[in-house]
């Protein structure tokens, strides 16, 4: 596997990889040596630092198997697949290929001995991503006027400022 495409694994991503391991997916051999391969290739990312086109689970994702026509899938645990529902299971070798890949990266998947080219082409949702979102949202506050924005905090006055017009105002 080329440096350029080295996936990006969340630690949560990485843990979930690892108990798939241990709970050894009914001896499914493929899988497991997808999974092994995977943590074994993985850079490990802080969310916060995670970019917001790598494929984290419960991302969604438009891709291509063999050149076919676009898929949409949303990358889920075993434990949340529903058929039908555009899900993309990571306890499955396509699922695998996916997670920690990036918008752009184009994998190979060995399916005993059929190769399959798996180009992802958008990350369209990352909970990464919205989380970080979220986060720097909460971190602003709104002001009403000059005078508080130049305020130490958020509806405080200044202590520096001298406003007081003293005991004849009142």
């Known amino acids: 596997m ?6 990006k694994l969340t630690p949560r991503d990485f843990a979930i990889l690892e108990n798939m391991l241990a709970d050894h997916l009914g ?7 997808a999974i092994r391969k995977k943590l074994e290739d993985a850079k490990i990312v802080f969310s916060e630092d995670l970019p917001g086109d790598v ?8 891709f291509t198997v ?13 434990a949340h697949y529903v058929p039908g529902q555009d ?11 996916l997670l920690g890949q990036a918008a752009g990266d184009k994998i190979e998947i060995d399916f005993d001995g059929r190769i399959v080219a798996l180009e992802i ?19 602003m506050h ?7 924005s130049r305020s130490s ?5 200044d202590p520096l400022s001298d406003d007081d017009p003293g005991p004849s105002a009142a």
């Open 27 to 33: 001896d499914d051999e493929l899988l497991i040596t």
């Open 87 to 97: 899900h993309q299971s990571v306890a499955s070798l396509r699922g695998i290929g």
């Open 55 to 62: 494929v984290t689970i419960g991302s969604r994702v438009t």
């Open 2 to 7: 080329s440096p350029a495409i080295l996936p």
């Open 142 to 148: 709104l002001v009403s006027d000059r005078k508080a």
């Open 66 to 78: 063999d050149g076919a026509w676009p898929q949409e899938r949303r990358l889920v645990t075993l």
């Open 121 to 139: 082409h958008k990350v369209l949702y990352q909970p990464e991503a919205e989380s970080k979102t979220q986060r720097q949202a909460a971190d």
């Open 153 to 157: 905090g958020a509806g405080r006055p």
